[in-house]
């Protein structure tokens, strides 16, 4: 059964503090990326990776940035936590290429920024 | 830009009404279309897909037409079940701008018995 993680179901942080969300898909995709979904907003992209070491700013990028190490592996860094940040993260990755390719989501970490 | 507009909820149904639930798009190329479901705690699913103009997708009894000349990719269901509430996010794919899916707002369901 193909996987997408989520390190957090639910964190909690306070204002000013380093956040780290990790993401691992076991399903050997190219392409990962992380929304954020917000009541009345939908989804909007924060950053996408097409390639280990690559990154591509989304629709919202500021105040987050994110690293891809390795292949399976998409973090998203919140540099300092602000309550604005209060959201619901998504994680998702797709085979490479293909426009009509389904993208596989995590289970989302709900993150509380206090 | 791409964008995806989706009729906003919620959508609060009997148990074996029909289901409409609008989409309709803008997009510079020949997009892919997309119907995504999310039930309560858990991450988003893929509910059906469609990659060309007139293509119809299907899954668990939903079904969406791929209309080019309306720009519109609408989700219908014959008959809702309880078990069918969720959110469900229309979203597009465009090769020319990136394979990164773009979504509307989400349309929430409930149904009851």
């Known amino acids: 059964d193909v996987k997408v993680t989520q390190s957090s179901r639910y964190l909690v942080k306070r204002t000013g503090e380093k956040v780290f969300l990790e993401c691992v898909q076991d399903m050997d995709h190219e392409n990962m990326f992380w929304y954020r979904q917000d009541p009345g907003l939908g989804l909007r992209l924060i950053y996408f990776?097409?390639?280990?070491?690559?990154?591509e700013k989304g629709d919202i990028p500021e105040g987050y940035s994110v690293s891809r190490e390795k292949k399976e592996r998409f973090s998203l860094i919140l540099e300092s936590a602000s309550t604005n940040q209060t959201s619901m993260y998504l994680c998702?990755?797709?085979?490479?290429?293909?426009?009509?390719?389904?993208?596989?989501f995590g289970q989302g970490t709900r993150l509380t920024v206090v | 830009g791409d964008s995806v507009t989706q009729m906003e909820g919620p959508v609060t149904l009997s148990e074996e009404a029909f289901l409409t639930i609008n989409c309709t798009y803008t997009?510079?190329?020949?997009?892919?279309l997309f119907w995504y479901v999310q039930y309560p705690g858990e991450g988003l699913q893929l509910l059906l897909k469609a990659t060309k103009a007139d293509d119809k997708g299907s899954n668990k009894g939903f079904e969406a037409t791929y209309r080019k000349e309306t720009t519109s990719f609408h989700l219908e269901k014959g008959s809702v079940q309880v078990s069918d509430s969720a959110v469900y996010f229309c979203a597009l794919s465009d090769l020319p701008s990136g394979t990164a899916l773009i979504f509307g707002k989400g349309t929430t369901l409930s149904v009851s018995s």
């Open positions: 990776s097409y390639d280990v070491k690559m990154k």
């Open positions: 998702a990755s797709s085979s490479e290429g293909e426009a009509n390719t389904e993208a596989f």
């Open positions: 997009a510079t190329g020949y997009p892919s």
